[in-house]
């Protein structure tokens, strides 16, 4: 007898929704590298879809989508989770000075990709070209911002 357990649901759903985020996020790179258009648009679609995850659901299910579904929450989880040093997060990234400087950052890249700055993200399609853009600050905040203190700091 199969006894399905919360955990073994959660991580049923956390696998499969991570397995079709990387073959998407895999086309949408392959995309900037190719400067292909049509995976840029797939890129778009891509984090709009993340993105409006996290804003709709939060509200109504809290953390369900972080936990269940965010492709980056379980990389996370999965993969710096059993790398961590566990040490206490500095209280400098919990203040609302370095949060704004961390959203003013990410402003600064999104206007500079929009305004034909930065070269690896530009094609002739601003949808194209935003989609590219959030492709690559996806990859960009996860492998800078994410990793590093994850592995250092308390998940």
Same mark, same amino acid.
């Given at each position: 007898m199969i006894? %399905?357990?919360y955990k073994n649901k959660r991580q049923t759903i956390q696998k499969a929704s991570f397995a079709i985020s +990387? %073959?998407?996020f895999a086309m949408a790179t392959y995309g900037i590298f190719t400067q292909n258009d049509d995976l840029f648009i797939i890129g778009l679609i891509f984090i709009g879809f993340v993105v409006l995850g996290g804003i709709l659901l939060a509200p109504i299910l809290g953390r369900f989508?972080?936990?269940?579904?965010?492709?980056?929450g379980i990389f996370l989880?999965?993969?710096? @989770?059993? +790398?961590?040093l566990n040490k206490k997060i500095p209280r400098i990234f919990r203040t609302k000075g370095f949060k704004t400087f961390m959203v003013g950052i990410m402003i600064l890249m999104l206007v &500079?990709? +929009?305004s @034909? &700055?930065?070269?690896f993200l530009q094609s002739t399609n601003p949808l194209a070209s935003l989609g590219g853009f959030l492709v690559l600050m996806c990859i960009v905040t996860t492998a800078i911002i994410a990793l590093p203190p994850g592995i250092i700091y308390k998940p």
């Amino acid at each position: 007898m199969i006894v %399905i357990t919360y955990k073994n649901k959660r991580q049923t759903i956390q696998k499969a929704s991570f397995a079709i985020s +990387l %073959i998407v996020f895999a086309m949408a790179t392959y995309g900037i590298f190719t400067q292909n258009d049509d995976l840029f648009i797939i890129g778009l679609i891509f984090i709009g879809f993340v993105v409006l995850g996290g804003i709709l659901l939060a509200p109504i299910l809290g953390r369900f989508w972080f936990g269940w579904l965010c492709p980056r929450g379980i990389f996370l989880d999965y993969v710096v @989770g059993r +790398l961590t040093l566990n040490k206490k997060i500095p209280r400098i990234f919990r203040t609302k000075g370095f949060k704004t400087f961390m959203v003013g950052i990410m402003i600064l890249m999104l206007v &500079m990709a +929009l305004s @034909g &700055m930065n070269p690896f993200l530009q094609s002739t399609n601003p949808l194209a070209s935003l989609g590219g853009f959030l492709v690559l600050m996806c990859i960009v905040t996860t492998a800078i911002i994410a990793l590093p203190p994850g592995i250092i700091y308390k998940p």
